[in-house]
């Protein structure tokens, strides 16, 4: 346990040495880079990444993964701005619009839980409907006529000092690292992630905590949906193309392993904050988008081994500690 502690703690400061130092290069390289209102810029674009992401990584813990979350927040990018648009309250718009992203979830978890589909298969093939689907019903052109002033509020509004979307972040981040540590729903998606059959054998009602975490990654990626289109006061069918990357890699730096069974929200924040800030960095360098999806490719390959790397030297210490302590 101690080693799988120190594994943990070791890689969140891995993470931050290479967020400090990534910041510190692009400080000397970009003008502005550490400026107040380019953070504030980082923080209100990672903050989409992160509140997908906190659901994301409890199920990938639970050795699941879901690849339409891109796809999910389009529609409901949409959903919310043609709600509003045909004269519903911003709040029961948004309540609509996250129950939108339930019934995604719902549809994701009949496929894997209930039809036996593999979740790669399975939510590549949601991506690809949902895509299509979105495309659709705006017949692929912006909705941003006829949209009321409250539609903004959540996107760009402020309470005191604070952005509303650092709020939500905040109470997601709280939410779900609670969710990791201390409930039931956390060491239940552990269990499962790490041995499904010993899982299901000790009670653990499998199918219902994977069908639930698609829900729960369904309704998070609507919030990040209404959150984008609030703030950019229109709502694009095209948006959130590459965003499952972006939450994928932000999942994986953070320490989730791609086998299940560990995983760290706090950790996918720090990840999230590294692919956001590369990307603000390289946009500032007038960097073009293709050598930055390039980049993010090796970033994510190199994570996994550093993964790798740790947990497999961290293992031989615990078995070089216990075989000293046995000869002792």
């Known amino acids: 346990m101690r080693a799988k502690l120190s594994a943990s703690g070791l890689q969140k400061l891995v993470l931050l040495g290479i967020l400090v130092g990534i910041s510190l290069v692009f400080s000397f390289t ?14 209100r674009l990672s903050s989409f990444v992160v509140v997908t992401g906190a659901g994301v990584t409890l199920l990938m813990i639970a050795r699941n993964i879901d690849l339409s979350v891109g796809s999910t927040l389009a529609l ?8 509003c648009r045909a004269g519903v309250p911003v709040a029961p718009a948004i309540l609509m619009t996250l129950a939108a992203g339930a019934l995604i979830g719902f549809l994701n978890g009949v496929l894997v839980v209930r039809l036996r589909i593999t979740p790669f298969i399975a939510t590549l093939g949601t991506l690809y409907m949902l895509r299509g689907f979105t495309l659709i019903i705006t017949g692929a052109k912006s909705v941003r006529e006829n949209l009321p002033k409250a539609f903004s509020l959540l996107g760009r509004g402020s309470l005191g000092p604070l952005p ?8 997601v981040l709280v939410l779900f690292i609670l969710l990791e540590r201390k409930s039931l729903l956390g060491k239940y998606a552990i269990a499962i992630g790490g041995n499904p ?20 990654v369904g309704i998070l990626a609507g919030l990040s949906g209404v959150l984008i289109a609030s703030w950019m006061g229109v709502a694009e069918p095209n948006i959130g193309s590459g ?15 791609l086998a299940g069974g560990e995983g760290s929200v706090l950790g996918m924040l720090i990840g999230a904050l590294i692919v956001e800030v590369i990307g603000n960095g390289l946009n500032q360098m007038n960097v073009l988008s293709f050598y930055q999806s390039v980049l993010k490719g090796v970033i994510l390959v190199l994570a996994v081994l550093l993964d790798q790397n740790l947990k497999v030297r961290l293992r031989r210490a615990a078995a070089g500690e216990a075989v000293s ?3 002792a």
């Not at 932000?250 to 392993?257: I, M």
């Open 76 to 83: 409901t990018h949409v959903l919310f701005a043609i709600f």
């Open 325 to 327: 302590r046995e000869r």
């Open 243 to 257: 965003f499952e990357f972006d939450v994928i890699i932000a999942v994986v730096l953070g320490g989730t392993s």
């Open 164 to 171: 509303v979307p650092m709020l939500v972040i905040l109470v």
């Open 197 to 216: 059959l010993a899982a299901e054998l000790s009670g653990i009602n499998v199918k219902r905590i994977v069908w639930g975490l698609f829900i729960i």
């Open 30 to 43: 970009t003008r502005g880079f550490l400026s107040i209102p380019n953070w504030s810029n980082i923080l």
